[in-house]
């Protein structure tokens, strides 16, 4: 089993490496600069709408969809919000340094553009499945926006995200803070034990998912709807209270990271090239902008409106990259483990937590990781039964949670290099057909975008003009 896992190990690095080169960099920043300036930054000079949209202002129960606006993006969020801000951000620094921070704030800025564009067409272009019901994300947006021909692209698309949805990470890591933190070091035990204890954790992690996943988009959206925003809470107040502990540092760590971010001093040979790489990866993984899979969550939404959608979900990248992940690393750098500490991923983290918040820290830091991974892993098998469905039919998507669990085990047993370089590779293939059908179809959601807050405009002068009658 060792050495078959190592095998897997080398294909997965390799084919990761190959895909994240120049043309995939220029695609995904490329594209989010693209909509940034194409959109003449309207999205962004409305992002208080946005939040009003949130608050269910805006409702509409009569609209298609399943969710509401909150559920869509709470299960986005219980997607994005969880290991990649926790372990990815730990392996962004251990790989590229404090500088791939910098990278990664980059990609967040460009990628809420990418997200309005992505989201939006997910409303847009909704589809149906093969059983008559509405759904959206790329495959749907591709095929109903570039038509039947463009198919090949869509397909492409959802075979990526078969793989690319698998929660590998997600158990990998929650199996790892479990064992590091908690269990006594099996090696201790035996030579074997180390296998068999993550694979014992593995069953277990399967057990908790399955109860959930064979729900369906509603129950992933009422139990996310419930536990990511505490989470998030929890999480956030535990990292400001290291931060607030150090906070004459942070002048000199925020220095550190941007200065970092040009001369790749905290990496070998001083690579910038790495750095960039390292944080547009790692903020890919984190908030999925331009990757796609939110656009199914997202395309869910009960909604007549797409630029409604738009704008609820590029609120993803600044909670999920500029806040959250922005908190973690900070902890991580502040506490110095980063330079006095070998580990990685998530016991990095750990490690940080320890140090920050003595006796609990670490406790708090599991509890967080129990739930975030445990999240994310049900909504990702939403994402993925929606990939299947496409490509066999809607009536045998329930057989994708089968292969979705099995995955489970596997990553709670695989190394963390492996699994992480199999899901950055799927990122990638999935990133290629939703950025190309998204930049094609651009001139219909930034017409969308004027016309919509045309209409919102023209709305609010009627109200004023009909209250100052009243007044008359």
Same mark, same amino acid.
């Given at each position: 089993?060792?050495?078959?896992?190592?095998?897997?190990?080398?294909?997965?690095?390799?084919?990761?490496?190959?895909?994240?080169?120049?043309?995939?960099?220029?695609?995904?920043?490329?594209?989010?600069?693209?909509?940034?300036?194409?959109?003449?930054?309207?999205?962004?000079?409305?992002?208080?709408?946005?939040?009003?949209?949130?608050?269910?202002?805006?409702?509409?129960?009569?609209?298609?969809?399943?969710?509401?606006?909150?559920?869509?993006?709470?299960?986005?969020?219980?997607?994005?919000?969880?290991?990649? %801000?926790?372990?990815?951000?730990?392996?962004?620094?251990?790989?590229?340094?404090?500088?791939?921070?910098?990278?990664?704030?980059?990609?967040?800025?460009?990628?809420?553009?990418?997200?309005?564009?992505?989201?939006?067409?997910?409303?847009?272009?909704?589809?149906?499945?093969?059983?008559?019901?509405?759904?959206?994300?790329?495959?749907?947006?591709?095929?109903?926006?570039?038509?039947?021909?463009?198919?090949?692209?869509?397909?492409?698309?959802?075979?990526?995200?078969?793989?690319?949805?698998?929660?590998?990470?997600?158990? %990998?890591?929650?199996?790892?803070?479990?064992?590091?933190?908690?269990?006594?070091?099996?090696?201790?035990?035996?030579?074997?034990?180390?296998?068999?204890?993550?694979?014992?954790?593995?069953?277990?992690?399967?057990?908790?998912?399955?109860?959930?996943?064979?729900?369906?988009?509603?129950?992933?959206?009422?139990?996310?709807?419930?536990?990511?925003?505490?989470?998030?809470?929890?999480?956030?107040? &535990?990292?400001?209270?290291?931060?607030?502990?150090?906070?004459?540092?942070?002048?000199?760590?925020?220095?550190?990271?941007?200065?970092?971010?040009?001369?790749?001093?905290?990496?070998?040979?001083?690579?910038?090239?790495?750095?960039?790489?390292?944080?547009?990866?790692? $903020?890919?993984?984190? %908030?999925?902008?331009?990757?796609?899979?939110?656009?199914?969550?997202?395309?869910?939404?009960?909604?007549?409106?797409?630029?409604?959608?738009?704008?609820?979900?590029?609120?993803?990248?600044?909670?999920?990259?500029?806040?959250?992940? &922005?908190?973690?690393?900070?902890?991580?750098?502040?506490?110095?483990?980063?330079?006095?500490?070998? $580990?990685?991923?998530?016991?990095?983290?750990?490690?940080?937590?320890?140090?920050?918040?003595?006796?609990?820290?670490?406790?708090?830091?599991?509890?967080?990781?129990?739930?975030?991974?445990?999240?994310?892993?049900?909504?990702?098998?939403?994402?993925?039964?929606?990939?299947?469905?496409?490509?066999?039919?809607?009536?045998?998507?329930?057989?994708? %949670?089968?292969?979705?669990?099995?995955?489970?085990?596997?990553?709670?047993?695989?190394?963390?290099?492996?699994?992480?370089?199999?899901?950055?590779?799927?990122? $990638?293939?999935?990133?290629?057909?939703?950025?190309?059908?998204?930049?094609?179809?651009?001139?219909?959601?930034?017409? $969308?975008?004027?016309?919509?807050?045309?209409?919102?405009?023209?709305?609010?002068?009627?109200?004023?003009?009909?209250?100052?009658?009243?007044?008359?």
């Amino acid at each position: 089993m060792t050495s078959f896992l190592e095998w897997f190990e080398f294909i997965a690095v390799t084919f990761a490496d190959a895909a994240w080169g120049t043309p995939l960099l220029a695609l995904l920043l490329g594209g989010g600069i693209f909509f940034l300036i194409y959109s003449r930054f309207l999205p962004y000079r409305h992002f208080g709408h946005g939040l009003e949209i949130l608050t269910g202002k805006y409702e509409d129960p009569t609209a298609p969809g399943d969710i509401n606006h909150f559920q869509a993006l709470s299960s986005a969020l219980a997607a994005t919000v969880g290991m990649g %801000n926790i372990g990815g951000v730990a392996i962004a620094i251990v790989m590229g340094g404090p500088g791939a921070l910098f990278w990664m704030w980059i990609s967040a800025i460009v990628g809420m553009a990418t997200k309005f564009f992505t989201c939006s067409l997910a409303i847009m272009y909704r589809g149906k499945d093969s059983s008559g019901k509405i759904q959206g994300g790329p495959m749907y947006f591709i095929t109903e926006g570039l038509g039947k021909r463009w198919r090949p692209l869509a397909v492409f698309f959802a075979l990526a995200g078969l793989i690319g949805c698998a929660p590998m990470f997600q158990s %990998n890591q929650l199996t790892q803070i479990i064992r590091d933190e908690i269990m006594i070091p099996l090696e201790l035990v035996s030579s074997h034990a180390h296998f068999w204890g993550d694979f014992i954790l593995g069953l277990i992690i399967v057990g908790i998912v399955s109860m959930v996943i064979f729900g369906g988009i509603k129950r992933i959206g009422q139990v996310a709807a419930s536990l990511v925003p505490l989470m998030v809470f929890i999480y956030v107040v &535990s990292v400001l209270y290291i931060i607030f502990s150090h906070i004459t540092e942070v002048p000199y760590y925020i220095g550190l990271i941007v200065s970092d971010a040009f001369t790749g001093n905290a990496v070998a040979g001083g690579a910038v090239g790495v750095v960039i790489i390292t944080g547009i990866r790692r $903020a890919a993984f984190s %908030n999925e902008a331009g990757i796609g899979l939110e656009a199914m969550a997202h395309g869910a939404a009960r909604t007549r409106e797409p630029v409604r959608e738009g704008l609820v979900a590029m609120l993803e990248p600044m909670i999920d990259t500029i806040i959250v992940c &922005s908190m973690t690393a900070l902890a991580i750098l502040m506490t110095g483990v980063w330079t006095t500490s070998d $580990a990685d991923g998530v016991t990095l983290t750990a490690q940080a937590f320890s140090e920050g918040i003595p006796y609990v820290g670490v406790y708090i830091l599991i509890f967080c990781v129990i739930i975030f991974s445990i999240t994310t892993m049900f909504t990702y098998s939403y994402y993925g039964t929606k990939c299947l469905g496409f490509l066999i039919g809607a009536d045998k998507q329930h057989y994708y %949670n089968y292969f979705y669990v099995f995955t489970i085990l596997f990553g709670a047993v695989a190394s963390i290099s492996a699994v992480i370089s199999v899901i950055d590779g799927m990122f $990638a293939m999935m990133a290629i057909p939703t950025m190309t059908a998204s930049l094609l179809l651009s001139p219909r959601v930034y017409r $969308a975008t004027k016309d919509y807050f045309r209409r919102m405009e023209e709305d609010r002068r009627s109200m004023d003009y009909d209250a100052d009658a009243d007044d008359d």
